[in-house]
């Protein structure tokens, strides 16, 4: 068996960017529920997962994390701050950045879950093309539904 000494540091650099869920959480600050629904929303990251501590505490680099949220825009601006409030019309809906005011320049509408540049297309968070003809008509009563009860049918339950 060998003598292995790990290098000076190493082993604060590990515990300072090898993360799990509650830590990526109270980095963020957001809820861990939060986190969990960010790893099964995104592939992305959940293909960051180095290894599993248990059959369900992930763990992940910190600095890959870091990157990747802010690609995705995750957790977005914090309440309080100035949001960037960039607007952009596709398919008949308005997208709005709620991202910080001094974000990249890659705009992020998270409820819609699009994303797009200046002068770019509008994807959705993983990089598709939105789908267009997808916004409903300004009629609602095009999206009422119509129940089929026996007295509609012309039928009053019992012999005619």
Same mark, same amino acid.
């Given at each position: 068996?060998?003598?292995?000494?790990?290098?000076?540091?190493?082993?604060?650099?590990?515990?300072?960017?090898?993360?799990? !869920?509650?830590?990526?959480?109270? &980095?963020?600050?957001?809820?861990?529920? %939060?986190?969990?629904?960010?790893? /099964? &929303?995104?592939? !992305?990251?959940?293909?960051?997962?180095?290894?599993?501590?248990? !059959?369900?505490?992930?763990?992940?680099?910190?600095?890959?994390?870091?990157?990747?949220?802010?690609?995705?825009?995750?957790?977005?601006?914090?309440?309080?701050?100035?949001?960037?409030?960039?607007?952009?019309?596709? #398919?008949?809906?308005?997208?709005?950045? %709620?991202?910080?005011? #001094?974000?990249?320049?890659?705009?992020?509408?998270?409820?819609?879950?699009?994303?797009?540049?200046?002068?770019?297309? %509008?994807?959705?968070?993983?990089?598709?093309?939105?789908?267009?003809?997808?916004?409903? /008509? !300004? #009629?609602?009563? %095009?999206?009422?539904?119509? &129940? /089929?009860?026996?007295?509609?049918?012309?039928?009053?339950?019992?012999?005619?």
């Amino acid at each position: 068996m060998s003598d292995f000494v790990a290098p000076p540091g190493a082993n604060d650099a590990i515990r300072e960017h090898l993360v799990n !869920s509650a830590e990526i959480a109270r &980095r963020t600050g957001v809820t861990k529920q %939060a986190v969990s629904l960010w790893i /099964t &929303r995104h592939q !992305s990251l959940a293909e960051l997962v180095i290894t599993w501590v248990g !059959s369900h505490n992930p763990m992940f680099w910190w600095p890959e994390v870091e990157a990747e949220l802010g690609r995705l825009g995750l957790p977005g601006a914090q309440a309080g701050e100035p949001r960037c409030g960039a607007t952009r019309v596709h #398919d008949q809906r308005t997208l709005i950045c %709620a991202r910080a005011e #001094d974000h990249d320049g890659s705009h992020i509408d998270r409820y819609r879950r699009a994303r797009w540049a200046d002068g770019g297309p %509008a994807t959705d968070l993983e990089g598709r093309p939105l789908l267009g003809g997808t916004v409903p /008509t !300004s #009629d609602p009563r %095009a999206f009422r539904r119509r &129940r /089929t009860t026996p007295a509609r049918l012309g039928k009053t339950g019992g012999a005619a």
